[in-house]
């Protein structure tokens, strides 16, 4: 079977020689999307083993260094070949059950890289039988097409080496911003992390409003989506704070006004999107108890 999905080394992995050994433990949206990012710099694996008891697509799966096993079980019974770095994509109430087969397993010199939400470097290392080489990274959804922003905290005892090589697995699906402390990662899930939910929101309210002011129901979807798409990225491209932006829009006395009027009264958006995100940084602190 031929692949569909292209390998080309796009850019390369900083600070580390071919030959590495990488498994991903969970293949969902993310994971998928992570792997078909690294596929691009395809050279500097050896292998790739992916855990997923549902699969893998067939794209995936024609790949001759790809093994995908139903288990980390069946991963450990038929695995000799040393682990270089471990991508933990699971969720974070299911993440104390997937680590636990790491115990029957040598994996001192092995990096784990968790994009899970809430577990905190020192809940990893207590379920990973102390391993000290943790990494931290929330990414968010449009990861799954090259545009997602990562924020990523590295532990002090971890290699320069291995850290860019890390950043670099995280950069193959979009940007990615280094946190000096790993007290800001709750923050991070809820402000980036949760974020593209707030504005799927958004396009959707923005689209049931205007069906209920008389335009078909495709053409509002369409109208809603070209405007959520456009202004994001008016602000990827221009500099200037959102809050110019928004006042270059608009007029004195115009319609923008008077939609902001109903929006910014005694700044009640601003304080409902910051009590959304105070309820998702809670929970994000709630998970890694």
């Avoid at 959804?141 to 995280?170: D, M, Q, R, W």
């Avoid at 006395?253 to 999107?273: F, N, P, Q, W, Y």
């Amino acid at each position: 079977m031929t692949s569909n999905i292209p390998i080309n080394p796009a850019h390369n992995f900083r600070g580390m020689e071919s030959g590495q050994h990488l498994v991903l433990l969970g293949c969902g949206k993310m994971g998928s999307a992570m792997l078909r990012g690294w596929l691009q710099q395809a050279e500097y694996f050896t292998r790739i083993s992916v855990i997923e008891p549902a699969g893998i697509s067939d794209d995936f799966e024609a790949i001759d260094f790809i093994i995908c096993y139903a288990s980390l079980d069946a991963f450990i019974k038929s695995n000799r070949t040393s682990i270089d770095f471990v991508v933990l994509a699971v969720k974070p109430q299911m993440m104390a059950n997937a680590l636990a087969p790491f115990s029957q397993i040598a994996t001192d010199n092995a990096v784990f890289l968790s994009i899970a939400a809430g577990l905190s470097s020192k809940w990893l290392e207590e379920h990973l039988g102390g391993s000290k080489q943790i990494v931290r990274a929330m990414p968010n959804t449009p990861a799954s097409v090259g545009a997602g922003v990562t924020a990523v905290y590295v532990g002090k005892k971890i290699p320069p080496n291995k850290k860019e090589f890390c950043i670099t697995l995280l950069e193959a699906v979009g940007e990615v911003i280094i946190l000096p402390d790993e007290k800001m990662m709750d923050a991070v899930t809820a402000l980036s992390g949760s974020g593209p939910a707030y504005v799927f929101l958004l396009a959707e309210a923005m689209q049931l409003a205007g069906t209920n002011l008389g335009l078909p129901d495709i053409l509002s979807k369409k109208l809603a989506r070209g405007t959520v798409f456009g202004a994001g990225t008016l602000l990827a491209q221009d500099t200037a704070d959102s809050s110019i932006l928004r006042e270059n829009v608009t007029s004195k006395g115009g319609t923008t006004a008077a939609a902001l009027s109903v929006l910014m009264e005694k700044d009640s958006l601003a304080e409902l999107i910051l009590k959304a995100m105070q309820q998702a940084e809670k929970r994000s602190r709630e998970l890694g108890q």
